[in-house]
């Protein structure tokens, strides 16, 4: 059974950094492309960053280039992403997700898709 389990998310102040982990299990971890994806309060998912089979690709959307990095341990089976200058904007919740295949920037093309983790970034 896969199981995508998201953490470290949590209340921050503007400005301020957190650290999301996501571990992987049930799945052979270095075969898999693996995303961030969030979702704000009313809106529709969007892609976050993601992060090719071998860690060499990196991939980030606009608004949070600069400022998020996307990073993978294959002993630990886990992704992180890494947030720094967080604003309110960046509040949602946040998913890892995997897929065989290059995602394209995807919301919803994957395998496998986490419960997700709050980030609220409020002061």
């Known amino acids: 059974q896969v199981q995508l389990v998201e953490s470290g998310g949590g209340l921050v102040q503007p400005g301020g950094s957190l650290r999301l982990s996501c571990a992987a299990s049930?799945?052979?971890?270095?075969?898999?492309?693996m995303s961030w994806v969030r979702q704000a309060p009313g809106k529709g998912l969007e892609w976050v960053s993601s992060i090719s089979v071998g860690g060499g690709f990196t991939d980030y959307a606009e608004s949070v280039k600069g400022r998020f990095t996307i990073s993978r341990d294959y002993a630990k089976n886990t992704l992180y992403l890494q947030m720094n200058s967080l604003n309110s904007e960046d509040t949602a919740v946040y998913y890892c997700?995997?897929?065989?295949?290059?995602?394209?920037?995807?919301?919803?093309?994957?395998?496998?898709r986490g419960q997700g983790t709050q980030v609220t970034v409020s002061s």
């Open positions: 049930g799945l052979l971890f270095s075969n898999y492309w």
């Open positions: 997700a995997a897929a065989r295949r290059p995602p394209r920037r995807s919301t919803s093309d994957y395998d496998f």
